[in-house]
């Protein structure tokens, strides 16, 4: 499977900004998909995950509250709206897919990365 991750850039803090994360080349109802974010120097880490039948989301604690995780399975397309950005939440992001029921919240779960998009909080 092919991801490709999107929507990043520059925002002030307390800004939003939705990333997306298309899958190709396999058919998306059959994939959970995971968003994971690496800051500068710090390990990769969960942020959130999805359900492939979209019944059930998980977020870490840190977003908790300010993001949203769906799906949109006629565009082969998880997003992730992030509300109330702060300096902490700069990152490059990454969405991740797994052919099962549940989605993956390790990173060395994970068979294979896709390109991130770059999230930066600041003033």
């Known amino acids: 499977v092919q991801l490709q991750a999107s929507g990043g850039g520059l925002v002030q803090p307390g800004g939003s900004l939705r990333l997306s994360c298309r899958l190709s080349?396999?058919?998306?109802?059959?994939?959970?998909v995971s968003w994971f974010r690496q800051a500068p120097g710090k390990e990769r880490e969960f942020v959130s995950g999805?359900?492939?039948?979209?019944?059930?989301?998980e977020y870490a604690d840190s977003v908790k509250g300010r993001f949203t995780i769906s799906r949109d399975n006629a565009k082969s397309t998880v997003y992730l709206q992030m509300n109330t950005l702060r300096p902490e939440d700069t990152a490059t992001y990454y969405c991740?897919?797994?052919?099962?029921?549940?989605?993956?919240?390790?990173?060395?779960?994970?068979?294979?990365w896709g390109q991130g998009t770059l999230v930066t909080v600041s003033s």
């Open positions: 991740a897919a797994t052919a099962s029921s549940g989605y993956d919240t390790k990173p060395t779960d994970v068979g294979s």
């Open positions: 080349g396999r058919t998306f109802r059959y994939y959970a």
């Open positions: 999805v359900t492939r039948s979209g019944s059930v989301t």
